[in-house]
């Protein structure tokens, strides 16, 4: 968050998707100033949405729990880099299946984070 607030100025809000998250924080903490956390269920799972002081919104990808380090390293890129036109679910699309468990390239888990069902493993 600071290192947003450096590069974008002062973050005011977050909005998260309520189905994926286990605590539903409505205050974070950073620097000196406190960040207000936006629950919703219309909110991609994928995404957490960061909003500044100037009202400019920062999307930011998430990369689920469990992903290894080289596709959690290759969707940052992606997502990163000012030429990708992808969206987050298209993007975790791409990442391989990982500890035994569908990886978002199946069309279940991108459906999870398009907002199909609740969040939690996908039930084969």
């Not at 406190?34 to 269920?41: D, E, K, N, S």
């Not at 299946?97 to 084969?124: I, T």
């Amino acid at each position: 968050m600071l290192t947003l607030a450096a590069r974008f100025g002062p973050i005011r809000r977050l909005m998260l998707n309520s189905d994926s998250w286990d605590g539903h924080f409505r205050r974070l903490a950073v620097g000196d100033r406190v960040v207000r956390a936006g629950w919703f269920a219309t909110v991609d799972a994928a995404v957490v949405i960061a909003t500044t002081e100037q009202g400019m919104q920062i999307d930011l990808l998430v990369v689920p729990p469990g992903t290894g380090a080289a596709a959690a390293e290759a969707a940052m890129a992606t997502a990163a880099d000012p030429a990708n036109r992808l969206r987050a679910p298209a993007i975790l699309a791409e990442r391989p299946a990982v500890d035994g468990r569908p990886g978002a390239g199946d069309s279940q888990s991108v459906w999870d984070n398009e907002g199909g069902h609740g969040a939690g493993p996908a039930v084969r």
